[in-house]
């Protein structure tokens, strides 16, 4: 049997997001549309958010727009080798 | 009644077992299912896509069934196409999701860390198009991608991210090529350009069996160059197989050698009948020493459709006679003005 080794993808499922975002005190100010993209400035909601970002301990947020998101999951770390 | 009863009990249990004969139906009833628990323990990929069939059964029951539903589904199919491809830096990794949640989130997530959001399992295609766009970014080219030019690198992704969409989720190749594509192409000419050569390379059966297996290989060497110079290297390359993939047939004239300092490539294709006939396999094997002789690091056989017969005496026969060391196999398409897309076979030999 071949097995390949595996990178790790983490994720969030929008089902579990809200929870995280009460976590980080950010579920109110996203309902109230003072959340934005960290990219392009967008405001955000539960539908449009692309990726998260952990710095010194806050939420950062881009879209889901392709430029914003492809930007966000360049600085996933590499997986060590 | 008590009578009728313990009459019953008594047919029951005074039944003999050893009467029944179990050899006549058991190969019959386990036989299948034990086939498929083998297929399903040597193919962990497809047993990972009905596990996340079953999950979305029990989505609606349960949270991490949803999860499930969608991290199974993607693994499975990306993992299929690692496998498939083979090509071991290339795409060295396969992908494993980790489901970040309220009550895991410190043990999971460090200062830094970057969380992609998935959508229900009712949007796989897009959830799919998402955690490709994620993985590529990481699994392709992971000891080499640093040292090529940003404008290569993104069209190089964007080939092999419609090619693995095309194969494993064709049902998300409107949503890439609608949505994602004119996105990332917009107003970038020079990625569209080198996007427009690889998705050529691609047809003519030479994008990941020589372009990728090439920078995999030497991509090191563009270590310490400066983009430029790493650049220029890169596209001499790409020009080689570019004239190479859109040569006429019959055309003797286009070089089928590269020797630059960085990519030392040479192809060989075996498909005229008519030197086969008249001088037999002693020309190819010939041309392959004389490579190696050249110092070339590697050199691709491609056999098409009607030579094919040919390849069980010349393969042995370079592996004996020359220096080279056959790596690899693939079985491709390739097209040409002539035989159309064609069945081949490219041997890599270093």
Known sequence: MQTVPKTDLKAVHTSDLEEVLQKFNQHDALLQGNVHCRICNNVLNLKNIGSLKLIDGKLLFTCNDPSCYGSAVKEIKPMDS | ?????????????????????????????????????????????????????????????????????????????LNSFVKKLDFDDVLPYGIKFKWVTNANFESFIENGDVIVIMDTHHNNARNFVN???????????????????????????????????????????????????????????????????????????????????????????????????????IEHLIYFLKTIANRKAMDDSTPLSLQDSIFKVSLVLVAKMNIISSKGLTPYVNRIRNAFSDGQDSVYVLIRKHSLSFSDVLIPKVSKETTGKNVWKRSVFTLDSIHGRTKALMYLFR
Do not use: C
Request: overall charge negative; charged content about 20%.
């Open chain 2, 131 to 233: 955690a490709l766009i994620a993985y590529t970014e990481q699994g392709l080219l992971p000891n080499v991608r640093n040292y090529i030019p940003n404008e290569i690198m993104q069209a190089t992704e964007l080939v092999l991210q419609e090619k693995i969409i095309e194969s494993q989720r064709s049902d998300a190749l409107q949503i890439f090529k609608k949505e994602i594509l004119p996105k990332k192409l917009e107003g970038e000419l020079e990625i569209n350009t080198f996007k427009n050569v690889f998705s050529n390379l691609d047809t003519k059966g030479y994008f990941d069996t020589i372009f990728l297996s090439e920078l995999s290989f030497s991509g090191g060497r563009l270590d310490g160059l400066l983009p430029s110079e790493a650049k220029s290297h």
């Open chain 2, 1 to 77: 009644m008590s009578f009728y009863f313990e009459n019953l009990f008594l047919q029951i249990f005074s039944f003999d077992l050893s009467s029944i004969d179990f050899s006549s139906f058991w190969p019959v009833s386990i036989t299948p299912f034990i086939g498929i628990i083998i297929y399903l323990v040597r193919n962990p990929d497809k047993a990972e896509l009905w596990g996340s069939i079953l999950s979305q059964v029990l989505a609606f029951f349960s949270r991490k069934a949803e999860r499930r539903s969608v991290s199974g589904n993607i693994q499975s199919r």
